[in-house]
């Protein structure tokens, strides 16, 4: 079954402690991305990947890190978390080549994430 | 820069009415287009996809959208609500930007239905 896997899909931590939540997919996905969902807001990207060792800015990165050091996984590095940062959080997965554009985009469950 | 509107952040229909969720998009090229559903507690799915081929697309649990070209438009309508149709509705745009279509989504409508 195709899946993109969250974990943590639900955490509690204080400001400051490092945390990371990890993002495996199994359908050896080249584009990769991080969303946070806020009320009113809808969903904002917060980076992406197009493959192996290439990550670029989304639109809301400040506070966040990533890594993508093999390409099924795409883990989101929250190094020194606020309270600004609590959120619902989405990872996605797309194929890509040519005519990418019109694939489909798969979405993890989403982690919920209070930094208190 | 390509963008997304969707007018109306709730929509409140009885069961058995029309559903109408408008999307309007902003794109300097011909776009790709999508919705995507949430039911409460879940992540995303694909509902349905505009990829230039027929302007009126179908999906799943009977939606459907048409691409208006000449309004920038691509409204989601279902001609019957039911209950389970209640969700989080999303419009996305495949942008390009440098040189790879990156999606843009909308703020998102949730969706009502009253018995």
């Known amino acids: 079954e195709a899946q993109v896997t969250q974990n943590p899909r639900y955490l509690i931590t204080v400001t400051g402690k490092k945390l990371t939540v990890t993002c495996p997919q199994n359908?050896?996905?080249?584009?990769m991305s991080w969303y946070r969902q806020d009320p009113g807001l809808g969903l904002r990207q917060i980076y992406y990947?197009?493959?192996?060792?290439?990550?670029d800015k989304g639109d809301v990165p400040e506070g966040y890190k990533v890594s993508r050091k093999e390409k099924r996984n795409f883990p989101l590095i929250l190094e020194s978390p606020s309270p600004n940062q609590t959120s619902l959080y989405f990872c996605?997965?797309?194929?890509?080549?040519?005519?990418?554009?019109?694939?489909?985009?798969?979405f993890g469950e989403g982690s919920w994430l209070t930094v208190v | 820069a390509q963008s997304v509107t969707q007018l109306g952040s709730h929509v409140s229909v009885s069961e058995g009415a029309l559903v109408l969720l408008r999307c309007n998009y902003s794109?300097?090229?011909?776009?790709?287009l999508f919705w995507y559903v949430q039911y409460p507690n879940q992540g995303l799915q694909l509902l349905l996809k505009?990829?230039?081929?027929?302007?009126l697309v179908k999906g799943i649990n009977g939606f459907e959208a048409e691409f208006k070209k000449s309004e920038t438009s691509f409204h989601l309508t279902k001609p019957s609500a039911h209950m389970s149709d209640a969700a989080e509705y999303f419009c996305?745009?495949?942008?390009?930007?440098?040189?790879?279509?990156?999606?843009?989504f909308g703020r998102g409508t949730s969706l009502i239905v009253h018995p």
């Open positions: 505009y990829t230039s081929a027929a302007t």
């Open positions: 990947s197009m493959n192996v060792e290439v990550t």
């Open positions: 794109s300097s090229v011909p776009p790709y």
């Open positions: 359908m050896n996905h080249e584009y």
């Open positions: 996305a745009v495949s942008a390009a930007r440098g040189g790879s279509y990156i999606p843009t």
């Open positions: 996605a997965s797309r194929r890509t080549g040519i005519f990418s554009s019109g694939n489909t985009i798969y």
